[in-house]
C-alpha cells in the first residue's frame, strides 16, 4: 500500500517552524520592552470547543489555549457540551466580557453561523478549527480536515480488507455536522461502487462512544452476521468494537474508525480496530491560534477555508504513528 | 402457519432499512455539473501540465525535491503533479496499465488508472480549482465526484480496450505526488487525456 509522503513532510515542516517560531515566546507573561507583546497580552483568546468528552477534541482545545499562552495571550476553553445553546451563551460571555478573539470548534455547521457573525458584528474575529460552519463571509477562516479524501482512502482499505462482497453497518456522527458527512460521502464513493457490499444498517450515534455501544448492540439483534462497521470517528469506533467484544464477535467483524485518537492508534496496532485515518488536531489547532494572532496583529488577507490533509492508518503503518500525529 | 408467517416477513419486512440523507449544501447539483463542465471543457485543455520524463527524472535522483519543485499544494499537506508524455504499455493490471517512459530496461515506470476513480486527484492536480470559490467543502468533493465521472465516463473506456502491450500512449493527468515506493511504479496517473497509438 502506498502511504502519502508529502502530507507528512509538509506538516512535519509546518511543526518544526511552529516550534521555532514558538521557541522563543514560551512564557506566561510578555517579555520586557516587547510593545507588540505587551499590547497582545492584554487581549484574551477563547477557546469555545464542542466538547470535551472526547479525548480528540480536548487535545484540540487544549493544543488552542497553548499555542495561544505561547503567543502571549490568556487564553479560555469554553465546553459545549455538544449543546448549541450553551455554546450561544459561550458567545455571549465571549462578547460581552471583551476577549480579542474566538478559536471555534462548532456544534452546528448551520446553527453556529448565527454565533459567528454575532461575534463578528461585536468585533470579535472568529477562527474555525476542524468543524465547518456553512457560512464564507463570517469567520475569518476555517482550518479544516480533509475528511472527504480521509475516507475514500479508509473506504479503499475497507473493500482491500473486507472484500469486495459482504455486509456493514454504518455509524454516523452529529447529523447537523458536515464532517459526519464529508467523511460519509468519501466512504460511500468507493465502497458504493461495489454492488456485492451491502450496508445493512446506518444510524447516527453522535460522535459518541456509549451511544455507538447502545446502537450496535441493538444493530445487532436484527443483523447478527455483518462483516464489518465503518465508524464516522474513533469514539464510535471503541464503541463498537466493545458491542462486539460483548457478543463476542470482535475477531470476526472489523471495524473502521476515524479521528486518530490514541487509543485507536494502539488498537489498530493490537489488530483490534481494522484501520482509523489520522487528523491532526495539533497542526489545526496551532494554525488557527496562529491566524487569530496574526489577525490581531493587522494582517487581514486569510484563505477562508484551508484543508489539512489527513492520512490513512492501518496495522502495516500504524509505526508511525501516535500523540494525535506522526511520530517524528 | 410459521412458513407462511416467515414468508409474508420476507415479503413485507415489519422494518424498512432506509439509509440517511445529509441536508442540502450551498451550490446545487446543477451548479456542481456546470462547474465541472466549465473546468472539464475550458480550463482543463488550457492547464500547461509538467513532461512526465522530467518529473520521474526528478523524482528518481531527490522526491523532496521533485515535489517543492513541480507539484502544487493544496491547503496544507497535500500535493499533486500535473503531467503529460508517452510511454510504452509494458503491463495491463485489473485497474491500470504500466508504461514506461523512456527506452531501454530501466525506463521508469508509470501507472495510468484505468478502473474507478476516486478522491480528489482530478479536482486538485492542476491546481486550478480553488475551495475558496465554492460554497463549502462539500460542494468542493461534489465537485471531485462529478470530474472522475467525466475521466470514467470519457477517457477510460478506450483506453480499457486499446492500451495493449507495446502499444504506445499519449497523456495527460493528475498523480498524488508521494514519495516513490521501491518496485511500484514512480507515479500513478488518473489520466484526463489518453491517446493509444
Not at chain 2, 37 to 63: I, M
Not at chain 2, 93 to 110: F, I, K, M, Q, S
Not at chain 2, 170 to 178: K, L, P
Request: charged share 20%; aromatic share 8%; net charge neutral.
Amino acid at each position: 500500500m502506498k502511504l502519502p509522503q508529502l502530507p507528512t513532510l509538509v506538516l512535519a515542516f509546518g511543526l518544526a517552524s511552529l516550534v521555532v517560531l514558538s521557541g522563543c515566546s514560551r512564557s506566561d507573561s510578555p517579555a520586557a520592552g516587547d510593545g507588540a507583546t505587551a499590547k497582545s497580552v492584554a487581549k484574551r483568546v477563547a477557546v469555545i470547543i464542542s466538547t470535551l468528552n472526547n479525548p480528540w477534541f480536548v487535545v484540540l482545545a487544549e493544543t488552542a489555549r497553548d499555542r495561544a499562552r505561547e503567543l502571549g495571550y490568556e487564553a479560555t476553553i469554553f465546553d459545549s457540551q455538544n449543546d448549541p445553546t450553551k455554546e450561544s451563551t459561550h458567545f455571549d460571555n465571549v462578547i460581552s466580557s471583551g476577549y480579542g478573539a474566538v478559536l471555534f470548534n462548532c456544534t452546528d455547521a448551520k446553527g453556529s453561523v448565527a454565533n459567528v457573525r454575532r461575534a463578528k458584528a461585536a468585533g470579535v474575529p472568529v477562527f474555525c478549527m476542524d468543524r465547518e460552519i456553512e457560512a464564507s463571509d463570517a469567520a475569518v477562516s476555517q482550518i479544516l480536515s480533509d475528511n472527504y479524501s480521509g475516507t475514500v482512502a479508509l473506504g479503499r482499505y475497507f473493500v482491500k480488507t473486507v472484500g469486495e462482497t459482504g455486509t456493514y453497518v454504518e455509524l454516523l456522527g452529529l447529523v447537523a455536522d458536515t464532517n459526519t458527512w464529508a467523511r460519509s460521502k468519501g466512504f460511500h464513493s468507493v465502497v458504493d461502487r461495489y454492488p456485492g457490499l451491502k450496508m445493512v444498517a446506518q444510524q447516527s450515534a453522535e460522535f459518541d462512544r456509549s451511544k455507538a455501544l447502545e446502537a450496535l448492540d441493538t444493530i445487532l439483534q436484527a443483523q447478527p452476521n455483518i462483516d464489518a462497521v465503518f465508524c464516522g470517528n474513533d469514539a464510535m469506533a471503541m464503541g463498537a468494537y466493545q458491542a462486539l467484544l460483548a457478543a463476542r464477535k470482535a475477531d470476526k467483524v472489523r471495524v473502521f474508525g476515524f479521528d486518530g485518537a490514541d487509543e485507536v492508534v494502539r488498537s489498530v496496532a493490537d489488530g483490534k480496530i481494522a484501520a482509523t485515518v489520522m487528523q491532526y488536531p495539533k497542526v489545526m489547532a496551532r494554525t488557527a491560534a496562529e491566524n487569530a494572532d496574526r489577525y490581531l496583529k493587522g494582517v487581514r488577507d486569510f484563505p477562508q477555508r484551508m484543508p489539512v490533509a489527513v492520512e490513512l492508518v492501518t496495522r502495516e503503518n500504524v509505526a508511525k504513528f501516535g500523540n494525535y500525529g506522526r511520530k517524528e | 402457519m410459521f412458513a407462511i408467517a416467515a414468508v409474508a416477513l420476507w415479503c413485507f419486512p415489519l422494518f424498512h432499512f432506509r439509509p440517511l440523507v445529509a441536508p442540502a449544501t450551498g451550490a446545487g447539483v446543477a451548479d456542481v455539473s456546470s462547474a465541472a463542465d466549465k473546468f472539464w471543457n475550458e480550463q482543463l485543455p488550457a492547464a500547461r501540465a509538467a513532461d512526465v520524463a522530467v518529473v520521474l527524472a526528478a523524482l528518481q535522483k531527490n522526491p523532496q525535491t521533485a515535489i517543492k519543485t513541480y507539484a502544487c499544494t493544496v491547503g496544507l499537506g497535500a500535493a499533486y503533479f500535473f503531467v503529460s508524455g508517452e510511454g510504452r504499455v509494458v503491463a495491463r493490471e485489473r485497474n491500470a496499465v504500466r508504461l514506461a517512459v523512456g527506452t531501454g530496461a530501466d525506463a521508469p515506470v508509470v501507472e495510468l488508472q484505468t478502473g474507478p476513480v476516486f478522491g480528489n486527484t482530478v479536482r486538485d492536480g492542476t491546481g486550478l480549482l480553488d475551495v475558496n470559490r465554492v460554497s463549502s467543502l462539500q460542494d468542493f468533493n461534489a465537485l471531485a465526484a462529478e470530474l472522475n465521472q467525466r475521466v470514467e465516463a470519457r477517457i477510460l473506456p478506450a483506453l480499457r480496450e486499446r492500451a495493449q502491450p507495446g502499444t504506445r500512449v499519449s497523456f495527460t493527468g493528475c498523480a498524488e505526488a508521494v514519495e516513490p515506493v521501491p518496485g511500484q511504479p514512480l507515479l500513478t496517473i488518473v489520466p484526463t487525456r489518453a491517446e493509444v497509438r
